[in-house]
């Protein structure tokens, strides 16, 4: 069975705190956007002073200024 994408998002002092289920890489990051993958597509979030506070097993904390996500299913 494959792990299901969940998401959740939290104020936090520097801006938001998200948390995803589901991912399976992270194929690019940089401070203003980092690109994610799981098993049904690409999500990556943008914003500033972005960094990966949490990754461990299918789990990704994700926290800064987000000021957009977007998802993109398929292979691509």
Known sequence: MLSS???E???SGGGM????SGII????FS???ISLISH???IIVYGSKL???LYENSYIEIEGKVNG???NYGKN
């Open 25 to 28: 890489g992270v194929s690019d």
């Open 17 to 20: 705190s998200l948390l995803l």
């Open 69 to 71: 996500i977007t998802f």
């Open 40 to 42: 049904s597509g690409r």
């Open 31 to 33: 401070d203003e956007s």
């Open 5 to 7: 994408f969940h998401l």
């Open 9 to 11: 998002a939290d104020r």
């Open 51 to 53: 960094f990966i506070s």
